[in-house]
């Protein structure tokens, strides 16, 4: 018999089975050996899941070599870029705006010294320069690490696009956001954590349209958004996974946020297109690999979710 308890069962069953058929669990697996390229490819890249390998870095010297006093004695002297803000959220809508952080050059040694705590200041600081900043502006460290993951790049027959270094004080947060990479995140020492979403929660997770600025700092040392000059609007998240706006975005209520902790010596393989949304312990060093995606019909698969929601979401 068909009672509404009985059909709000069965709706529970039938969602059970489809998070379990999209191969989606309660949390990130673990996987402790290495597996060989094309196992890695069946298991994990292939059905787009994620997981966290450990003991895939233990060889580099990173691990052991990078401590704050360390990267000043290496790389002190260089001029490098990093974000500045007001807030920690560089990359994120403010004020209905989808605002950049401030990209200050300023000598590493600078930043090391807010970093230690032996300066103060009312801005965050985040090196995140996602062009591939570990060989652009830091290569005397790319000898500790490793330029590419041998083993990623024979499953997945390419190099990666890019290689980033990020360090950053605790309150410098990534907005929820997707990317079109396979994505090798490596803690060398700290924590990271994750907030992730499969591609299939699309649905439930708001975009908007936001005109594009820049925060800018001005004498007094407060911060401005700036607009950008003939700028296109861009496509962004306004909800914060971590205090979402239900009544604004109730479709939220119906997404399954998965949440991880990525520690010293942790990879976690983040699948292309997967919303994530990260935050750190202060000083946590990490180094990440970008492969770019197939285009393939997942990529296919996806963008018919996204105009789908699309259309939903202006009916
Ligand atoms: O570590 C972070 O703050 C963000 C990492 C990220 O967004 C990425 O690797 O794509």
């Known amino acids: 018999e068909w009672g509404l308890g009985a059909l709000h069962r069965e709706a529970k069953r ?13 949390s ?16 994990w890249v292939c059905p787009n899941k994620p997981c966290i390998i450990r003991n895939a870095f233990s060889h580099w010297p990173a691990l052991k070599k990078w401590t704050l006093p360390y990267l000043r004695k290496v790389t002190g002297a260089k001029m490098v870029s ?7 959220y560089a990359d994120a809508v403010y004020q209905d705006r989808f605002v950049m952080p401030e990209e200050r050059h300023m000598l590493f040694s600078n930043f090391l010294d807010i970093m230690e705590k032996k300066v103060t200041s009312s801005s965050i600081f985040y090196v995140q320069k996602q062009c591939s900043n ?7 460290l790319l000898g500790d690490v490793e330029p590419e993951i041998p083993w990623m790049s024979e499953a997945l027959g390419k190099k990666p696009d890019a290689v980033n270094f990020w360090l950053g004080e605790s309150t410098a947060v990534t907005s929820l956001h997707k990317d079109h990479y396979e994505n090798l995140y490596c803690v060398i020492s700290g924590e990271k954590h994750f907030l992730l979403h499969p591609p299939s929660d699309r649905p ?5 349209l936001y005109l594009p600025a820049t925060y800018c700092i001005s004498e007094d040392g407060s911060f401005q958004v700036v607009d950008e000059k003939a700028a296109e609007k861009v496509p962004w998240i306004p909800l914060d996974p971590l205090k979402p706006d239900l009544e604004q975005y109730p479709e939220y209520a119906q997404a399954r946020p998965l949440r991880c902790t990525v520690k010293a010596g942790e990879m976690l393989y983040l699948p292309s297109l997967w919303f994530h949304h990260v935050q750190q312990s202060h000083g946590c060093i990490a180094v990440n690999y970008w492969y770019d995606m197939e285009y393939d019909l997942k990529y296919s698969y996806y963008q018919l979710l996204d105009s789908l929601s699309k259309a939903v979401t202006l009916v």
């Open 82 to 88: 990093v974000a500045v803000t007001p807030n920690g």
């Open 134 to 140: 570990l060989t652009e502006e830091f290569p005397e």
């Open 14 to 26: 039938r969602k059970t089975c489809y998070r379990a058929e999209l191969g989606l669990t309660e």
């Open 28 to 43: 990130v697996p673990y996987i402790d050996s290495l597996l060989s390229p094309l196992e890695f490819y069946r298991e």
């Open 204 to 208: 439930f997770i708001p975009y908007e």
